[in-house]
């Protein structure tokens, strides 16, 4: 079968890789590289937009200027004068806004020109839709390079617009890396802008191509090594960097490339027999070209004299039962040529194996259309609309084929198709099977047990999607269908719901890209509802009730068959370059295929006669509350207030109340924030995070961020005597801090979007305390923006690691690097793909005194030798994206300027990290406690039980006041602490540290017990955030050093305290 579409290269974008596949693969970076004739390995192509990507401001200027009658080169002259203090470049740098730039500008070129110039107008032209689109020689030269497996970045002198966005009319997913002049400070040709976007490309200068117009910015990058490439007219610049890449960047047949090297077929022995049957006598070469689709049937684009042919093999190797049916492909398209369905002309199936090593068959070439991404980007809504009509249509002229009429009556069994397909790929993937797919072994058990009653019989596709289909250029018309190889007669609603598939696959997802995150009413793109009515309604019958039966049996059968793709890669039969990373594939698409179960399985519950309608929340705040305080947050009736504090570390500040005017203010726009924007989002968060998707992160998390960002909302963690300049963080005290943390606490999804999550405030802070300013610009800097993660590797498996003496892990210095061997777990943060740093604790010198013996060092998470066994999970909960992975590190090589601090200092470090870092925990579950209790009196406010409202029970009372008391008391030893850690410091604090870090996760676990209890079975569920508040509070026992470390340290420091009232050792006598 053709399964082009999972792997399209358009979609592959190589940053998601590090999700789905570390588990199993590790960090691979340029798996792929490309040498060309002279042998030097690039692995990214760095473009310029303006001139490059898009025309350049001097080209625009030049034809508005005609149209406009002002003086040639008016607005050239204005761009570069004054050079790097013009009005131009600090536009660029982001130093002006639009509004004064062009009064200024203006001014300039009038000045120029000796006229009124009115260079609005030119700037609204410039930064028109109409203007700035990209070449589309340029798209396709990006698709191909990064099909090659190559990195694309952009790096562009560009510009603030009048609505605070950045100047970028390009599609972002084309890049792994994108530069802005605006956002950065600096412009081309300064050499740090270029060495920012190697330092994130992760690359050596020597690894990159760079594309520019300009002779000083190629000259500039020329000098750092860098090899460049002057852009006159796109097109020449295209055949240049073909020649560097070794790629077909431009050919006139999209989507093809050179034969792969195991792909490759007798040449001499298929042109004879071409000619043969051709009767073709030229004397020109054949062009053997290889589509870059077709991980099951390769195939391959033939141009013999005046032919263009297709060829369609089976790939070699021993293959399973049924499958790689090429004869079947051949036999019904050309009974559909005569039948009104549009297909390609085949001339011959050869079965004979001689020729090139397998039977193949031979249709025309068909130019025209294949939409590759189905969000149709580009294109009206209108037009989506057509061609999604087209889509529908056809596809209702094959289920119309008649068959009889055309001896397709035989062509498959007739009846009972649904099942007889389960059956089958239930085999197909037993005789593949690698491991254990837990959603795979339910859905095998399921889907026999649902089948529709009714079942209608035609001729059916098997594979019917926007990309098998071939569309007029100019018009929503299909040309021809593709891709014949699983047709047989079946029930018709299969090919409907697999060609709405990608209605639920996201836009970043790698094999294929969907539309899942898209507002498809937006885009003019009919939802999978929509697409079954318009298809029934074409087709004449009633609308069906059980699509979502037909979705999950769409998904089980794509995971089946990925299941059998990355089999082959396993052996090297697979025609995808790609295809030996689909390891993760089979159990992505099996778990959207349950999804899918679970929603026809609640229709079929919902459509049962009930006594009495079954009513639920599905939001966690329920009940009305006052706007002033959001509930489960302290106001002043809990605590008394204290008097307004001035911004020093002197005074113990025990209420929100006593916080000092700027700090309130944080607090109250946190809390209105929260309220306005978490709270509501969760249910959808949840979802998320229990979706197939999960180790992707959540859009919804992403703009979230973005919002605290604008209001000041970000990294608050970082202490005031941390940063005193307040140079990375707010500046907040430990105490203040304390407050809102508390407030974050409340959501298990809140430290995130303020950039206030674990591991990463106890690395940026280790960062900001112990880290050179090169390790600082690298790691600290991209930290504190929010555009990575990081993890901290110190706990493994085959040592108790609660004593960090007992390590095991080596950091061994070798050859000028350090060599780092060990194996970790419970990293928390290591499968999200964001994480780009590892803070990596081992030995270097396993021989000095107990406590000099570990070193910590900066580990880069695309470092060769990493490699993730497994995802951990925490009472079943696998805390996605970032998760809490086990990992080997084998042999990883980094440089000796990544240590910190030096040799010997790591248990030093550790421990300063972990200071505030046990306190941010404590402060986060006062936080959970709160929320829990406030929503258990909610709860019981609103229930009956024999004959009362719970809030009436003298056990639930107890339970109130006991989960009162104690959330005071542990949270005034939590800002006790933190007081004693900004006036005497982290050191002096240890005593108290370790008290709240064993008081404060028992407390919280006993306050949410006793609110689930208050629930009964609803606490459990995933409707409540609850369940996963104490699965993490109980986990917070171990975190940091479990509880019996701290009772240790604690009882030790109370013996060694002599300055306590002692009673005598010796009893009294009365």
């Not at 520019?212 to 500039?220: E, S, V, Y």
């Not at 049957?277 to 684009?301: C, I, K, V």
């Not at 009919?526 to 979705?551: K, S, V």
């Not at 005593?991 to 919280?1004: D, W």
Request: hydrophobic share 40%.
């Amino acid at each position: 079968m053709s399964v082009r579409w999972l792997f399209q290269p358009s979609a592959l974008h190589w940053a998601w890789r590090t999700a789905a596949l570390r588990s199993t693969l590790g960090r691979q970076r340029g798996v792929l590289r490309w040498t060309h004739s002279g042998g030097h390995s690039y692995r990214a192509v760095i473009f310029d937009m303006g001139g490059v990507l898009i025309p350049s401001p001097g080209t625009v200027a030049a034809e508005w200027e005609v149209q406009n009658h002002i003086p040639s080169g008016t607005i050239l002259k204005a761009l570069i004068r004054d050079g790097d203090s013009g009005p131009w470049m600090r536009f660029m740098r982001g130093e002006m806004t639009t509004e004064a730039f062009l009064e200024e500008f203006g001014r300039l070129c009038s000045e120029i020109a000796k006229t009124s110039v009115p260079v609005n107008s030119f700037f609204s032209l410039l930064t028109s839709e109409q203007v700035a689109k990209q070449f589309p020689v340029m798209t396709q030269a990006i698709s191909q390079i990064r099909a090659g497996g190559l990195q694309t970045a952009v790096l562009t002198n560009n510009f603030y617009l009048s609505n605070g966005k950045s100047f970028l009319p390009l599609d972002r997913k084309q890049f792994d890396v994108v530069v802005e002049s605006c956002l950065e400070g600096i412009c081309k040709p300064d050499p740090r802008i270029y060495q920012l976007c190697l330092q994130r490309l992760g690359l050596q200068p020597s690894e990159a191509i760079f594309l520019d117009d300009l002779g000083q910015n190629l000259k500039a990058a020329a000098s750092l090594g860098i090899h460049t490439i002057k852009v006159g007219q796109p097109e020449a610049a295209v055949k240049e960097l073909e020649a560097l890449v070794g790629l077909p960047l431009s050919g006139d047949i999209p989507n093809t490339r050179p034969v792969r090297k195991t792909m490759e077929i007798p040449v001499d022995a298929l042109e004879k027999y071409l000619k043969g049957l051709l009767g073709t006598h030229g004397t020109g070469p054949m062009e053997l070209l290889q589509f870059d689709h077709g991980q099951s049937n390769p195939t391959y684009y033939i141009r013999l004299a005046d032919r263009q042919l297709v060829l369609r093999k089976k790939p070699p190797g021993t293959l399973l039962p049924s499958a790689h049916a090429i004869e079947r492909e051949f036999k019904i398209m050309k009974a559909l040529e005569n039948a009104g369905v549009p297909v390609p002309t085949v001339l011959d199936l050869c079965e004979d194996s001689s020729i090139i090593g397998t039977p193949f068959y031979l249709m025309e070439y068909c130019p025209g259309v294949i939409y590759k991404d189905p969000s149709l980007p580009g294109l009206e809504p209108s037009q989506r609309q057509a061609i999604y009509a087209a889509m529908n249509q056809v596809l209702c002229r094959i289920h119309s084929v008649d068959l009889q009429a055309t001896g397709l009556d035989s062509f498959g069994k007739q009846g009972d198709y649904i099942l007889r397909q389960v059956q089958t790929w239930t085999k197909q993937y037993r005789a593949v099977e690698t491991s254990s797919v837990p959603a795979m072994e339910r859905l095998i058990q399921w889907l026999p047990l649902h089948i529709p009653k009714q079942q209608r019989t035609t001729v059916v596709h098997g594979d019917f999607r926007l990309d098998n289909l071939i569309f007029h250029p100019e018009k929503a018309e299909v040309l021809a269908v593709l891709d014949w190889e699983l047709s047989t007669l079946g029930d018709p609603f299969a090919d409907v719901a697999y060609s709405c598939l990608l209605h639920y696959l996201p836009s970043s997802f790698p094999i294929l890209k969907g539309f899942r995150d898209m507002d498809v009413t937006q885009l003019g793109i009919p939802t999978m509802e929509e697409y079954f009515r318009m298809y029934c309604l074409q087709m004449g019958i009633p609308p069906i009730d059980n699509a979502n039966f037909y979705m999950a049996f769409s998904f089980f059968r794509v995971a089946a068959i990925l299941q059998g793709v990355y089999k082959r890669s396993l052996t090297g039969q697979a025609s995808s370059a790609i295809a030996e990373q689909s390891g993760k594939f089979p159990e992505f698409m099996a778990e959207l295929a349950w999804d899918f179960a679970i929603k026809e399985g609640f229709r079929v519950f919902k459509e049962m006669p009930a006594s009495k309608p079954v009513v639920r929340t599905y939001h966690a705040w329920a009940g009305s509350r006052p706007q002033r305080t959001p509930a489960g947050v302290r106001s002043s009736s809990s605590v008394a207030a204290a008097a307004p504090s001035q911004e020093t570390k002197g005074g113990l500040i025990i209420s929100p109340e006593g916080l000092s005017p700027r700090v309130r203010k944080l607090y109250d726009r946190l809390l209105q924030f929260m309220k306005e924007n978490v709270y509501p989002l969760e249910p959808e968060l949840q979802r998320h995070q229990a979706s197939a998707d999960r180790w992707s992160p959540s859009p919804l998390i992403e703009d979230l961020k973005e919002k605290a960002k604008a209001e000041g909302l970000w990294n608050l963690f970082l202490p005031l005597e941390t940063d005193p300049e307040k140079k990375y963080g707010a500046g907040l005290t430990n105490v203040e801090y304390a407050h809102l943390c508390e407030v974050m606490g409340m959501s298990l999804y809140a430290p995130e979007i303020f950039n206030c999550s674990a591991p990463d405030t106890g690395n940026m802070e280790l960062l900001v305390r112990y880290g050179t300013e090169e390790q600082k610009a690298r790691w600290l800097v991209p930290l504190l923006e929010g555009r990575i993660r990081s993890c901290f590797a110190m706990t493994e498996p085959k040592v108790a690691s609660s004593d960090a003496s007992n390590i095991e892990a080596s950091i061994r210095e070798e050859d000028g690097s350090y060599v780092i061997n060990g194996h970790k777990w419970w990293i928390t943060g290591i499968l999200d793909p964001r994480c780009k740093l590892c803070v990596f604790m081992g030995k270097t010198d396993p021989q000095a005194p107990r406590h000099q013996q570990q070193s910590i060092i900066l580990v880069p998470m695309d470092t060769p030798g990493i490699n993730i066994i497994r995802p951990l999970s925490v009472y079943g909960l696998e805390d996605p994206p970032g998760g809490h992975g086990e990992v080997r590190f084998k042999d990883v090589r980094v440089p000796k300027e990544n240590i910190v601090l030096g040799p010997g200092r790591g248990f030093e470090i550790a421990q300063g990290r972990l200071g505030p870092g046990r306190i941010h925990h404590c402060m986060r579950l006062i936080g959970y406690s709160e929320r829990a209790l406030s929503l258990m009196k909610t709860r019981v406010m609103s229930r009956t039980a024999f004959g009362k409202p719970l809030v009436e029970h003298g056990t639930i009372l107890a339970d109130i006041a006991r989960s009162r008391v104690d959330i005071e008391q542990a949270r005034l030893l939590v800002l006790k602490a933190a007081h004693l850690m900004d006036v005497a410091g982290n050191k002096a604090a240890a005593l108290e540290i370790a008290m709240i870090k064993m008081v404060a996760p028992s407390m919280a676990y006993q306050v949410i017990d006793r609110a689930i209890q208050a629930f009964g079975a609803a606490g459990l569920s995933s409707d409540y955030p609850l369940a996963p508040f104490l699965a993490w509070a109980r986990a917070l026992r171990f975190a940091d050093g479990p509880d019996e470390v701290h009772r240790l340290t604690v009882a030790k420091m109370e013996l060694r305290n002599h300055s306590r009232l002692q009673e005598p050792a010796v009893p009294r006598v009365l």
